[in-house]
């Protein structure tokens, strides 16, 4: 079972470390992932992680589904990370971006180079770590394997986090 905790927000979440790294994932935000997950499957899909950073631990509390361009949004990351952003301020002016999700129908829990090149591109000085999520499982996502990845700058590459109970 995962480790949980009580939330400010009475929302379960677990809990992912990796050297000094710490990062809550809530249970209702990797609920909704993995649904987005089995709907979309065969094909890949994805979004934002949403949520805050107290005392340098980052809590994801949500997540957002795909937008109209989701199947160039790796080709295009930088005018989608722009309108992904309005979309933050405008619909959760509570929540801040946290990083990326994604899913590996039919695929293994292990980072693309593609993949890479994208969690690179959103590191920036104002955004120095980001967390990746990732679901990987059979090609309909009937279950679906965990992977959380914090990325931050001036690292070489991305951490695997642990946790979760997975
Ligand atoms: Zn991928």
Not at 32 to 59: I, N
Not at 100 to 121: C, F, K, N, Q
Request: charge should be positive.
């Amino acid at each position: 079972m995962p480790a949980a905790c009580a939330k400010p927000t009475g929302s379960a979440a677990a809990l992912y470390v990796a050297d000094g790294y710490r990062a809550w994932l809530s249970q209702s935000a990797l609920a909704k992932a993995a649904r987005l997950a089995r709907a979309a499957a065969p094909m890949e899909t994805g979004g934002m992680l949403l949520g805050h950073v107290v005392d340098g631990e980052a809590h994801v509390v949500a997540v957002t589904g795909p937008g109209r361009n989701v199947r160039l949004a790796r080709y295009t990351f930088e005018a989608d990370r722009a309108r992904d952003n309005r979309l933050v301020h405008r619909v959760w002016p509570r929540l801040r971006y946290l990083g990326d999700w994604h899913t590996h129908p039919g695929g293994r829990p292990v980072l693309s180079a593609m993949d890479l090149a994208s969690i690179r591109e959103t590191l920036t000085p104002d955004m120095p770590a980001v967390l990746e999520l990732l679901l990987a499982g059979p090609p309909g996502m009937e279950s679906v394997e965990v992977a959380l990845f914090t990325m931050v700058r001036g690292e070489d590459a991305p951490l695997r986090m642990t946790g979760g109970g997975q």
